[in-house]
């Protein structure tokens, strides 16, 4: 994969910005390093939407892919895993939460 232009040191405050329909913008408050998926969970994003996403997660283990979101914009991340690639084939922009640690500041669209 490609390198970034910019490389955040791990412990640095970024913003995540968080878009999700029928919810006003939010941005959070992270670190670099942070888990992207418990960050999320943390600051009351509905990152399982309806029934079965919340009953049927797998718990941050990259098995389920409930967790997906679309990467909108992002600042010194890399490209994601060939794993990801073959879990969420169908989007090229989305990144499964669990398996993803905050890299940088960064627009995320929830489903």
């Known amino acids: 994969g490609e390198e970034p232009a910019v490389e955040y ?13 029928g919810q006003p913008v939010r941005e ?12 999320l969970l943390e600051n009351k994003v ?16 990259g098995q389920c ?3 997906a979101v679309d990467m909108v914009e992002t600042d010194g991340w890399l490209e994601r895993s060939e794993y990801e690639d073959s879990k969420i084939p169908k989007f090229p922009t989305a990144r499964l939460a669990c ?3 905050i890299a940088g500041p960064a627009t995320i669209r929830v489903q």
């Open 99 to 101: 398996l993803n640690n």
């Open 65 to 67: 892919t409930f967790c």
């Open 28 to 39: 959070i408050e992270a670190r670099v390093g942070d888990n992207l998926r418990k960050t």
């Open 46 to 61: 509905e990152l399982y939407r309806g029934l079965k996403k919340k009953l049927g997660n797998c718990g941050g283990g």
């Open 9 to 21: 040191a791990e412990g640095t405050a970024v913003t995540v910005t968080v878009l999700q329909e």
